[in-house]
């Protein structure tokens, strides 16, 4: 007990010492100012303008440099993230990629621009079962971890109805599968 007693003695004279030595003081802020003297300049190490152009010269040596391609508009609005399905006077609004089967005699049903009226799934679903059915596929299937069945997709194939993945009973996009 008395040996653990020396310890915390000579702990606490170690920490008080410690605590009134001279620290310097840090300077708070960004700039020249506390950058340390011996850090060296921040671009020492760039390239210059001419060395990079002398570089591209010596790389196309003689060769023709390519045109420059106007950019490709590329549409990120929900008509371009979507398939629209017409039918019944209704329209509806399915992920792309959702449509998993559309029979040739069906492909009329999927269009570019939709008319008529927007309508829900489940209501679109309803009045049109005549020609679409749903496909539940598991968590697996939407990420692509497992491909859909074969035998699955080559009965839906042999079918004349369009297909449409759900996931808990909404449409869902799922990775393309090959045919």
Same mark, same amino acid.
């Given at each position: 007990?008395?040996?653990?007693?020396? =310890?915390? *003695?000579?702990?606490?004279?170690?920490?008080?010492?410690?605590?009134? &030595?001279?620290?310097?003081?840090?300077?708070? *802020?960004?700039?020249? &100012?506390?950058?340390?003297?011996?850090?060296?300049?921040?671009?020492?190490?760039?390239?210059?303008?001419?060395?990079?152009? &002398?570089?591209?010269?010596?790389?196309?040596?003689?060769?023709?440099?390519?045109?420059?391609?106007?950019?490709?508009?590329? $549409?990120?609005?929900?008509?371009?993230?979507?398939? +629209?399905?017409?039918? $019944? *006077?209704?329209? =509806?609004?399915?992920?792309?990629?959702?449509? =998993?089967?559309?029979?040739?005699?069906?492909?009329?049903?999927?269009?570019?621009?939709?008319? *008529?009226?927007?309508?829900?799934?489940?209501?679109?679903?309803?009045?049109?079962?005549?020609? =679409?059915?749903?496909?539940?596929?598991?968590?697996?299937?939407?990420?692509?971890?497992?491909?859909?069945?074969?035998?699955?997709?080559?009965?839906?194939?042999?079918?004349?109805?369009?297909?449409?993945?759900?996931?808990?009973? $909404? +449409?869902?996009?799922?990775?393309?599968?090959?045919?």
């Amino acid at each position: 007990m008395k040996h653990h007693l020396h =310890i915390l *003695g000579l702990l606490a004279a170690t920490c008080s010492v410690l605590h009134g &030595a001279d620290v310097p003081e840090r300077k708070p *802020g960004t700039g020249l &100012a506390v950058v340390p003297k011996d850090a060296g300049h921040p671009t020492i190490d760039s390239t210059t303008d001419e060395q990079l152009t &002398a570089r591209r010269q010596a790389s196309v040596a003689g060769q023709e440099l390519p045109k420059p391609m106007p950019p490709q508009p590329q $549409g990120f609005g929900l008509l371009e993230m979507s398939t +629209p399905l017409e039918g $019944g *006077g209704e329209f =509806i609004l399915l992920p792309k990629d959702s449509v =998993i089967w559309c029979p040739p005699g069906l492909r009329s049903h999927m269009v570019s621009s939709p008319s *008529g009226k927007f309508t829900d799934w489940l209501t679109f679903f309803s009045a049109n079962r005549a020609w =679409i059915t749903t496909m539940d596929v598991t968590h697996d299937q939407i990420t692509g971890k497992t491909p859909l069945h074969p035998d699955t997709m080559e009965r839906y194939r042999k079918g004349n109805l369009l297909v449409v993945a759900t996931f808990q009973g $909404g +449409p869902i996009s799922i990775p393309t599968q090959t045919p």
